[in-house]
């Protein structure tokens, strides 16, 4: 059973940090790249990173540049997203996806 699920979401004031994470099972987790794809309410999906399969290449929108930092443990079928000096407009809901496959979202807050 294919599976992605976030976790991690919260209500945090602007200037905090938070981090979210992605559990993958059911699929070879490691020869895929994963994003971070999120949507706000009332607008459409914004791509935020992308880690490569062996986690030497991250790629992330000019929005969260410098900002967040995304990881991955393919020990642990894990992929990560730090998520430093938060501001109102990072609220969300992140997904992690490898585009064929998507997780529930986790919410994120800052307010």
């Known amino acids: 059973h294919v599976q ?5 979401g919260d209500l945090v004031q602007p200037g905090r940090s938070l981090r979210v ?3 993958a099972s059911g ?3 490691s020869i895929y790249s994963l994003s971070w794809i999120r949507q706000a309410p009332g607008k459409g999906p914004e791509w935020v990173s992308t880690i490569t399969s062996d ?3 991250t790629y992330y929108a000019d929005s969260v540049q410098g900002r967040f930092t995304i990881s ?5 079928n894990t992929v990560a997203l730090q998520m430093n000096s938060l501001k109102s ?3 969300a809901q992140y997904y992690c996806t490898t585009y064929s496959m998507w997780g529930q979202g ?3 807050t800052v307010s």
């Open 4 to 8: 992605l699920v976030e976790s991690g």
């Open 21 to 23: 994470s992605c559990a």
């Open 27 to 29: 699929f070879t987790f």
């Open 55 to 57: 986690g030497r290449q």
């Open 72 to 76: 991955r443990d393919n020990a642990k």
């Open 89 to 91: 407009e990072d609220t």
């Open 106 to 108: 986790t919410q994120v």
